[in-house]
Structure formats: C-alpha cells, structure tokens
C-alpha cells in the first residue's frame, strides 16, 4: 500500500540530491575533519563549504553558523548557554516546542502567554522583563519560535526584538526556526536576532544535523566541551556526510521557496476545503493569512484524535495531532490550550502538513480516506453529528 504523507512538520522525506551528496562522505571520504593529514582537509573543506552554502541562505556570516546534532540541541544549547554565561532568566511564551518550553522552565524561567494563534504576546512580555528587571535579576534569553509547529502561525521578530531592547537590552534573543526554511526567506529573519536555530530533517536533510547561528560572534557558554570543534563552541567529531546533505537540502529550499510556497499553498487550501465542505463540525484553528502554507491544522467535532490517526494509520495516510514526541504516545496539545481552544474542540485537533514531496494524489486519498475515518467513527457514537 502506497503511503500518503501528510506530516512534513514532524519530518520531511530526504531530497535526492541530499542523499547523492551524504554518499561520498559514507563511503569513501570518512576521514575525521579534525585530522591533520590530506585525507582529513578534504573532508574539513567539505564542512567549511557547507558552512559557506548555509550562511548564504541564512544572510549571516559563516563563522557565525555553528553544526550541532539537532534543533532540540540548537534550542538547549541558546537557552542553556545564555543562561549559565549571564545568571540571567529565561522567558519564552507558552507555545514553545518542548525543547524551548521544558529547557526555560528547567533553568526556572519566565513562561508568557500568547495570542490567539499562538504568538507571544507582546502585551504581557513587556510587564514580564520589567517585573524581572525590577526584582534586581536580569534577563539572559528571551527564546520566540519564528514558526509554529502545530498550527503554522508565524510571530513578528522585528516586533518582538524592539521590545526585548527596549525592557531588557541586555538579553539575548533566540528563535527556533526550525520549521521556517521552506516557508520564510530566512534572512529577513536572522538580522533580528541573536540566535537561531534549525534542524536539517525538516526540509529535507537527514536526521542528526542541527544549526545553531551565534549571529555577530560567540554569545553564549557551550553546551559540549571536550574536544574544541567548532571554535570551542561545540565539541564532537563532525557529521561531515550528514552537514554536506543538510546544507544541499538548504540550499534547494531556498531556490525553490517562491513557486513551493504558491503551489503546497493551493494543496493545502483544496485539503482543508474539501474536509470542511464535504464534513460537519470541520473548523480551521487559523487563519490562513496568519500561517505557513504547508500548514491544515483542524479541529473535528465529535471524534476523538487518537482513534482518528488509528483509523488513518490502517490506510498508509500519516499524520498527527500535535509535535512529535519520543514515545508517540498522544498527549493534549499545550499549544492549543495555551490559545484558548476549549479541551472538548482541541480532543479532535488533526495537524495535516504539506510539503516539498506532496501531489495532488495524496491531497485526493488525503481526504477521502479522513472522510471515511470519520464517518466511521461517528457511526459508533450517539452524538447525533451527521
């Protein structure tokens, strides 16, 4: 059975000339980049070429982007940093990613709350970092997502960074990008921060490559020491085949962005549409002028998510409900509960993401077989929803 993929936010299938690109450092070029020998530059001018290609899409300097593992290990290792270099506290708002979210709350940070599609809301940072100020604390980091990765919303961080320098001047601001390379031109983005991190696996890179970009130079305490890779600012032997692929995967993003953009824009719209014309009790949680494009976040009425992805899983179509988490299991969406979306509208929240891999097929089979899960479920309640 052919799958239907509709959960790109979790992550993207692998671009081919991605995978063509890891080849040569899995098979022949394996040296360790730190060596010293011939064999060990070419694969050190490998990593140093990657580092150039992704700077150029992030319009920052090379010497500013630092490889790491992950984008959970790009977010713990801003937040982390900045917090044991400076004393100072963390703040971020409630619709974080875990790797935000838990890492503030960890260092007994400042968690602030959002609008109604999941922004921060700058009417209550601004109080939060002067109540901070005026208990004689100063503030370290203050850590906003550029992207939402449950419902798509996109916050202003030109906005956010005039408020941080006007309450705080000192903190450092963060943004965990990692679902905005194939929606946003990410140079508009980087000038307004300090730091920003990616994550390759969400536009199709491999797993195990993050970026994290110190942008004007070293900011924050290093979260890996021993052994000095990346000027000492994260140590451990280079994913040389996997940082070759990520910067590939990014560099394609980048060029294709524009027309992406318009023509996942239109799947996404027949998708939601077609749900919501064809079954009751189908709303949007957004706007679309408010999100990405990939982005088909809705709220069913009267089913339950987990039996719903159950039902969807059966037939190849893969989705969510919310992030991805370690052990799958379905846990509520603080997201949503953080917007206000009532408990009993968010129990049937279906997150559809679309991305560079989807057709128009896997938008037909996308919604004919939730229509037919859903019509199967509410066959087996007596809620009275047609």
Known sequence: MAITYLDHAASAPMRPEAIEAMLPYLRDQYANPSGSHRFARQARQAVDESRDRVAAVLGCRPNDVVFTGCGTESDNMAITGAVTRSGGVAVCPATEHHAVLEVVEHHGGVVVGVDHAGRVDLGQLAPALDEIVAADRSVAIVSVMTVNNEVGSINDLEAVRRVVRRHSPGALLHTDAVQAPCWLDLRRVTPHVDLL?????????????????????????????????????????????????ASIALELTDAERATEVVRIAALRDRLVDELCARLNGVTETLDRSEKVAGSGHVCIEGIESEALLFLLDEEAVCASAASACASGAMEPSHVLAAMGVPAVRSLGALRLTLGHTTTDADVDRGVHVIIEAVQRLRSHTDRGIA
């Open 197 to 245: 991190a990616l994550s390759a696996h969400k536009f199709g890179g491999p797993k195990g490559v993050g970026v994290l970009v110190e942008n004007g130079g070293p900011k924050i305490n290093p979260l890996i020491i021993g052994g000095g890779q990346e000027r000492e600012r994260r140590s451990g032997t280079h994913n040389t085949a996997g940082i070759v692929a």
